[in-house]
């Protein structure tokens, strides 16, 4: 009875782990499509229509000149752009002259940088400007701390406080990141897809392996 417990229980390890290094090769399959597909977005940005509801996250568009920035800024407090810590500063964006999303204009040293309202004139005189896509919740990581609306202090781009801030309804499901290199460049949207899902896949294999052979070790001890 005993051998029989330790061999059901081998296989089901076995068939758990191999299942899970499947599923992570799956991933992996979808990741690096995912990456291929915002690689070509950034190549040959596509016009942004709001019509759309269903952008992947990180893919980058063109804005046309119905869109307007205003000189609004709020900060998003300690972010870091090689080694420096300083800001993102995060402007209102408006469409037919109704707050639409908000627009993240990269990194800047200090909440004076007189670069914010240069690269809002820029963004506004520009026929189509090239930006990425993120999601715009009122979700926050756990460990980043509330905004202070009385003080104007910001830790996120948290979608409740925007309208709160700018007593106004936010309706798009995105907000926009700065990607035009003729204005202003930070950061490759691709840096923030980890793709681990190789090493996790191969490590469920293992794992899987190890289980049969352990199994094969125990049960010729006890023959």
Not at 47 to 63: G, H, R
Not at 140 to 145: A, D
Not at 170 to 183: A, G, N, Q, R, T
Not at 188 to 216: A, D, E, K
Request: aromatic share 16%; glycine share 2%.
């Amino acid at each position: 009875m005993r051998h029989k417990s330790i061999t059901v229980f081998f296989l089901f390890v076995s068939l758990l782990t191999f299942t899970l290094g499947c599923w992570q090769f799956y991933r992996l399959s979808w990741k690096n499509d995912l990456i291929d597909n915002i690689n070509s977005s950034i190549t040959n940005p596509e016009l942004f229509s709001q019509e759309i509801i269903d952008y992947n996250e990180l893919t980058a568009v063109k804005l046309n000149k119905k869109y307007k920035a205003e000189n609004q800024p709020i900060f998003i407090e300690s972010k870091t752009y090689q080694n420096k810590v300083g800001y993102h500063a995060i402007i209102p964006l408006f469409f037919n002259d109704e707050i639409y999303s908000v627009l993240n204009l990269g990194w800047f040293a200090n909440k004076n940088d007189s670069n914010v309202e240069k690269i809002i004139n820029q963004f506004n005189q520009k026929r189509d400007v090239i930006v990425y896509l993120r999601f715009l919740t009122s979700k926050k990581n756990l460990f980043v701390p509330e905004n202070n609306l009385d003080s104007n202090t910001w830790y996120s781009i948290n979608h409740d406080d925007l309208e709160k801030y700018f007593q106004d309804t936010i309706i798009s499901p995105y907000y926009f990141v700065l990607l035009d290199s003729e204005i202003k460049f930070d950061t490759n949207p691709i840096v923030f897809l980890r793709n681990n899902h190789l090493n996790y896949s191969i490590t469920w294999f293992l794992l899987s392996l190890s289980s049969i052979v352990m199994l094969i070790i125990i049960r010729r001890k006890n023959e």
